[in-house]
């Protein structure tokens, strides 16, 4: 069964965090929210705060197929001071295994050099920082093993995108008619 961790950093974006969370869990596919904070509980940039799985220390990497960081500021700012965690999202990288990021957060794959010669979106204050890239505009563009996705508004989009990649496609095509969309 695939893993995935969502990160959360104070100042998150809630819609891009959570309805990747509720979509995965949906599929039925192992997904931990998980604090980059030293808390359990992490606040968002909309001031909701949520308990989380567990912490950035309890990750047990070996077993985690996919890294999501959600966007929103400060959080993605937050997300990429988190020396642990971009250590992780390097040997990721390296390794081929999956990578995903919305709104703001794909910027921090463009600043470390993941998005040259992929197509990219983020949201369109952070365009610029997708170095590299062939920037779209499409809600979603996945490049290999790097997912990326626009904002809020792309959220189901994007947490439809994972599920497709952890499962099947015919499993995000059904989740998708579940909860009516599209």
Not at 10 to 36: K, N, P, Q, Y
Not at 106 to 116: A, C, D, Q, R, V
């Amino acid at each position: 069964m695939s893993k995935v961790c969502v990160f959360f950093g104070t100042g998150f974006e809630e819609i891009e965090a959570l309805t990747v969370v509720d979509l995965l869990r949906r599929a039925s596919v192992d997904v931990a929210m998980v604090s980059i904070t030293g808390e359990k509980q992490v606040t968002s940039s909309h001031k909701v705060t949520v308990e989380m799985d567990m912490l950035l220390e309890e990750v047990d990497f070996s077993k985690v197929d996919m890294i999501v960081l959600p966007g929103g500021m400060p959080g993605t700012t937050n997300l990429e001071e988190c020396k642990p965690l971009m250590e992780q999202v390097e040997i990721f990288y390296k390794e081929g295994k999956y990578l995903s990021a919305i709104c703001a957060a794909p910027s921090i794959f463009g600043h470390k050099g993941m998005l040259k010669g992929r197509n990219a979106c983020s949201y369109p204050d952070f365009e610029s920082h997708l170095e590299g890239a062939g920037v779209t505009k499409n809600p979603v563009e996945i490049s290999d093993n790097i997912i990326t996705s626009r904002g809020m508004g792309t959220a189901i989009d994007f947490g439809l995108a994972i599920v497709a990649r952890m499962t099947d496609e015919q499993t995000a095509q059904d989740l998708s008619e579940k909860i009516i969309y599209k």
